[in-house]
């Protein structure tokens, strides 16, 4: 863990948190496969071995329930889930040491999983909300001298509540795929898009039975097509939310 996010004090919260975990483990289905509320901790960590749809139902369930009754316990094991991508938010506000800037970091975060809407885009969601609020916050300090201007390019979407047509947009785009280019490639994207995690690393994970030349090959296969898909998404979605 960073200096941004202590795992010690992670782990702690989440060990306090024990009885809240059990009593709201029989009513998701996700929760079953873990004993105690550390197990589900090191399930979600980025170093963990978990699959997309795996992750993904874990997070969709620990935000519902966190939603319906905050608690601790929750938020710890979202920081432990999201901690790459809050780490990347945090180079990007400029001075390393500066405690006010971590806080602004990790409530911009905590707000988003409070009210960021659970549905099939859950993850995605969480991490526009969290980059739109960030961004929101350096435009109105806009003329302070140590200000980091957010890549436009990189994050492009509107994080608050794409509108009906953008949705809609997206989920023609996921039929599309699974139709077009197969589920591979499918979860290639969706894992670098909404996991933060890099193409190598869910190369090095998905192919880690086969030789190193068939991990090359599938890295420059799924790198071509993810390319494609993205550039395809930007055409279709940027312009729509920007016209709106």
């Known amino acids: 863990m960073s200096k941004l996010i202590s795992h010690d004090s992670i782990v702690k919260d989440v060990t306090r948190g024990s009885r809240t975990f059990l009593a709201a483990r029989s009513t998701y289905a996700a929760f079953a ?58 180079l990007f506000m400029g001075k390393r040491e500066d405690f006010d800037l971590d806080q602004r970091v990790l409530l911009a975060f905590l707000e988003a999983v409070r009210a960021v809407r659970v549905g099939q885009y859950t993850i995605l969601a969480i991490r526009w909300a969290t980059e739109g609020a960030l961004k929101d916050q350096r435009r109105r300090e806009a003329r302070a001298p140590k200000c980091v201007v957010f890549n436009e390019e990189k994050h492009s979407y509107d994080p608050f509540g794409p509108s009906a047509e953008v949705k809609a947009a997206a989920e023609e785009i996921v039929r599309m795929l699974e139709a077009r280019e197969g589920q ?15 193409l190598q690393e869910y190369v090095d994970r998905t192919y880690a039975g086969v030789s190193r030349e068939a991990r090359a090959s599938a890295y420059e296969r799924l790198k071509v097509g993810r390319q494609r898909v993205v550039t395809e998404l930007r055409a279709r979605l940027t312009p729509r939310e920007r016209a709106a």
């Open 33 to 90: 496969p873990y004993e105690t509320a550390t197990a589900l901790l090191d399930a979600l960590v980025p170093t963990s071995p978990l699959g997309f749809e795996e992750r993904d139902a874990l997070i969709v369930a620990i935000v519902t329930e966190n939603q319906r009754a905050p608690h601790h316990v929750w938020q710890s094991l979202l920081l432990g889930a999201f901690e790459r991508l809050l780490v990347r938010l945090r």
């Open 184 to 198: 591979e490639l499918l979860d290639a994207v969706l894992a670098t898009h909404t996991a933060d995690e890099s």
